[in-house]
């Protein structure tokens, strides 16, 4: 057999989208209707998202002071999906993994399973099952349905002056089932098995959160002359309110019904996993105010106070201050179309201060474990005792931020460009600093009181409509983006070191004067040889010492011997620059348009690599494996280390800049070519107008980057462990045909 595993997991999938709306109204008021229904088919067998959507709007003029408007939205989501990380959980990782010589059906069509688990343990090599088994029997179901609904009123009271109310809601709902059946094998025992019986698991859980919005302004504007003031005042007040349980269950026998109702008897089989409530609310008080004289010169200043239930009572409540200026230059006399006709060249400036609640509800009042049993005397009696210490003093962390930026419009608006150079500090981190666990606790929810997180950068965005013909038009667009974060203080907090993969490896580190986040481990300084053997400083293992063809690591403190406190920042998640452009072009009734994107200077810590590019042989390998060292005459690549079949570590196994790869891409994110018929035509077929399209969403992606896609985020998002790749979905190319219809 050469089984593909990748062309066997994934597929070609069918994708469908339909949208419908309705608008129309008079004068006095409006209304808008649109549905839609999507079908998705995902690249990974039996995946699968289908989606369904409805929204409603409507504006009306009560009378010539009052004006009224609402709107609602539906959206239900049904989603078949599969797991992400380890070869156990992820089918892409497996599929990557599994060996080639094994084949993937019988002559029947279904998988063959438990193929090369069943030579774990003779050979030494990884045990995942057959990625086709895994994404057909294991059950991952997520459906939700998320509804909002707003209604607002504005009154004019005089000339100048009006009161606006606005009341919100949004309500989401989800049900998630998972269901791992017993017809898997557990390692290295088969399907069935006693092992397979006692890992077959199902969850079940429910989540609803409501999120409900009130917030009334009073609005005052004012022309008198050259002067133009703009006054808002408003309150808002906003609560949101959580409800999720989860439960799972074990002891199924077969998988006839696959879910937690089948369950075995033994009531050790049932578990509450999980059973939270909660609330938070936010309260604001906000002003802001605007002046503008001549159009040529604008101020504006803003103030809110945000008070959080997430916060103690002694520091509930932040306050936030704005304050923005701009001078529209070209307006002034002496400019006189100084970089030429029409043109226009505005400069501003501002200063801002916002703040972060992002944490947890409940942090500042005491916490309580869970019921657990506890003795007195020879009984034992159910008790609950304080999970956590709490800091009656926490607040909000800010962010100060300031801006200064151009606006310029040249050769009669054809071209515009827009810059921006940006320059925040962030304090009074939150964050679990550790404490004594004597304390009960080893940690503790704090502000960090002289921290301090820079960033700063620039970004600048150009538009050129370059050819503006009657027939003919073209257009592009650029942008790109710098951006450098540093931390400056960590406000007595000690380094902080994370794990970013599902390896015990610690993977990125936290510290004073560098970026937040930064790859983690050993630096690689080459290769063993017979010339350097015993002249680079050894490993402190003496398990699995260094050999010829090993990588040997950099003695970062110089004492002669490298171990873990020679580990160091080997790599950076973080691009020297972003950029993206677009060009749009038509002839006469046919249009074409494309978007790019990419990142230069990021890097990439690919966590598959520990099985893909380990040299040991448990499982299938990159194709440059095959030119690694064997010996001093056949050394392969010069990149690439001796193979090794050692029980623990040796250098090369270690988590170490080897692991790190360019981030860098460049992506064709979109390619839509269409052709709108003539209006004759349309109008022969009774519709106002009619455009049939085709496109290509990611197109292509040039990169050097071994896996699926170098726009990496395994972490969900974790400021502290950025850049890492894991078993994740890869990102489709998707064809589209379609037609747009207004009647």
């Not at 810590?605 to 056949?634: H, I, K, M, P, T």
């Amino acid at each position: 057999y050469n089984t593909d595993w990748q062309d066997e997991l994934y597929r070609n999938a069918a994708f469908q989208r339909h949208n419908l709306s309705f608008s129309g109204g008079n004068k006095d008021i409006k209304y808008f209707l649109s549905g839609g229904y999507q079908d998705n088919d995902g690249i990974v067998t039996n995946t699968n998202q289908k989606v369904i959507n409805f929204r409603a709007n409507i504006d009306g003029n009560v009378s010539e002071r009052l004006h009224v408007g609402a709107n609602m939205s539906y959206t239900q989501n049904k989603n078949r999906e599969v797991r992400e990380g380890r070869y156990d959980l992820s089918p892409m990782m497996s599929a990557l993994l599994y060996l080639p010589f094994l084949p993937a059906k019988d002559d029947n069509g279904n998988p063959i399973q438990f193929g090369m688990a069943s030579l774990a343990s003779v050979y030494g090599i990884q045990n995942p099952e057959n990625p086709l088994a895994t994404v057909n029997q294991v059950k991952v179901a997520r459906n939700g349905d998320r509804s909002t609904y707003n209604a607002n009123a504005s009154y004019k009271i005089n000339d100048g002056l009006s009161f606006k109310a606005n009341l919100g809601m949004q309500t989401y709902s989800e049900k998630y089932d998972f269901y791992l059946p017993t017809s898997l094998s557990n390692g290295n025992n088969p399907p069935y098995s006693t092992a397979s019986l006692a890992a077959a698991t199902a969850i079940a859980q429910n989540l609803k959160q409501i999120d409900q919005l009130a917030e009334f302004t009073l609005n005052y504007n004012k022309t008198f002359g050259k002067h133009k003031i703009d006054v808002l005042a408003g309150y808002s007040a906003q609560k949101t309110t959580s409800d999720l349980i989860r439960v799972s269950a074990k002891g199924f026998q077969n998988d006839n019904i696959g879910e937690i109702t089948d369950k075995g008897a033994d009531a050790s089989f049932f578990a509450l996993d999980n059973a939270a409530k909660s609330t938070n609310t936010l309260l604001s008080y906000f002003g802001r105010f605007n002046y503008n004289y001549a159009g040529k010169y604008f101020l504006t200043g803003s103030f809110r106070r945000d008070g959080s239930s997430r916060f103690g009572p002694l520091n509930k409540y932040g306050n936030f201050p704005s304050v923005a200026a701009g001078w529209s230059l070209s307006e002034e006399d002496f400019y006189n179309n100084f970089l030429g006709e029409q043109s226009i060249v505005k400069i501003r400036a501002s200063w801002g201060l916002s703040g972060n609640n992002n944490i947890p509800n409940y942090r500042t009042q005491q916490e309580m474990n869970s019921p657990g049993g506890v003795v007195f005397g020879n009984t034992i009696s159910t008790a609950i005792w304080p999970s956590s210490i709490q800091d009656g003093h926490l607040g909000w962390e800010s962010t100060s931020q300031y801006n200064f930026g151009t606006d310029i419009s040249l050769f009669r608006n054809r071209v515009s460009v827009i810059a921006n150079y940006y320059l925040s500090y962030s304090y009074n981190l939150l964050f679990n600093q550790s404490i004594s666990a004597i304390s009960g606790t080893s940690s503790i929810l704090t502000n960090l009181a002289d921290s301090k997180i820079r960033n700063k950068g620039f970004d600048v965005q150009v538009d050129g409509r370059i050819i503006q013909k009657e027939d003919f038009t073209f257009g592009l667009s650029g942008n790109i983006a710098v951006n450098r974060n540093k931390v400056l203080n960590m406000g007595g907090a000690s380094t902080i070191l994370t794990n970013g993969a599902e390896r015990s490896y610690l993977t990125h580190i936290t510290q004073q004067g560098q970026p937040v986040g930064m790859f983690y481990g050993f630096k690689v300084l080459g290769r063993l040889t017979a010339d350097n053997v015993g002249k680079v400083a050894p490993s402190a293992s003496a398990t699995n010492p260094a050999k010829i063809g090993d990588l040997y690591f950099q003695d970062t403190d110089g004492n002669g011997i490298v171990n873990d406190a020679d580990k160091t920042v080997i790599g950076t998640p973080y691009p020297k620059f972003t950029y993206g452009f677009a060009l749009n072009t038509s002839y006469k009734t046919i249009d074409l348009r494309a978007s790019f994107n990419g990142s230069y200077g990021n890097q990439v810590l690919d966590g598959q690599d520990y099985y893909l590019y380990n040299f040991e042989g448990s499982g299938n390998q990159y194709a440059e494996v095959a030119n690694r060292y064997r010996n001093e005459a056949n050394p392969g690549s010069g990149l690439n280390y001796r193979a090794s079949r050692a029980g623990t570590q040796s250098n090369s196994t270690r988590l170490s800049s080897f692991y790190i790869q360019d981030g860098s891409y460049f992506r064709c994110t979109n390619i839509t070519l269409g052709y709108t018929f003539p209006k004759s035509l349309a109008n022969t077929l009774k519709v106002n107008n009619v455009r049939v399209y085709a496109s290509v969403d990611n197109a292509f992606t040039v990169t050097d980057y071994k896996g699926y896609n170098p726009e990496v985020d395994y972490s969900g998002g974790s400021n502290l462990t950025p850049g890492v790749d894991y078993g994740n979905y890869p990102l489709a190319r998707a064809y589209n045909l379609g037609v747009k219809l207004t009647f």
